[in-house]
Nanobody, 125 residues
Framework: QLQVVESGGGLVQPGGSLRLSCVGTGFRLDYFSITWFRQAPGKEREGVQCISSSGGITYYTDSVRGRFAPHRDNAKNTVYLYMNRLKPEDTAVYYC??????????????????WGKGTLVTVSS
């Protein structure tokens, strides 16, 4: 069964850091672009960042520039989202999604082939 599973969410204080993981089962993630999305309580889902198969990064949310960074570990078939200097407004369920193709969409797109079920990140003191 082809799927992606997120993990690593939790409660963190403002200014803290977390690393989210997106693990692929049944297929190789390094052949595809991977996009991280998030959905805050009461808000619509939004794209955060995308990492292409070659490691290029496309940002969809300006508020995370300089704080969030995706990274691939192809040996572990995993894509990480490193989140630093977290803010309360980063509180959301974070999803990873797989899109057929090597490149990232230039603008936010929800046309993904596989979605994970999400992991909750709560930033609060």
């Amino acid at each position: 069964q082809l799927q992606v599973v997120e993990s690593g969410g939790g409660l963190v204080q403002p200014g803290g850091s977390l690393r989210l993981s997106c693990v692929g089962t049944g297929f190789r993630l390094d052949y595809f672009s991977i996009t991280w999305f998030r959905q805050a309580p009461g808000k619509e889902r939004e794209g955060v960042q995308c990492i292409s198969s070659s490691g290029g990064i496309t940002y969809y949310t300006d508020s995370v520039r300089g704080r969030f960074a995706p990274h691939r570990d192809n040996a572990k078939n995993t894509v990480y989202l490193y989140m630093n200097r977290l803010k309360p407004e980063d509180t959301a369920v974070y999803y990873c999604a797989v899109r057929t193709g090597h490149a990232c969409p230039l603008t936010q797109s929800f046309a993904m082939d596989y979605w994970g079920k999400g992991t909750l990140v709560t930033v609060s003191s």
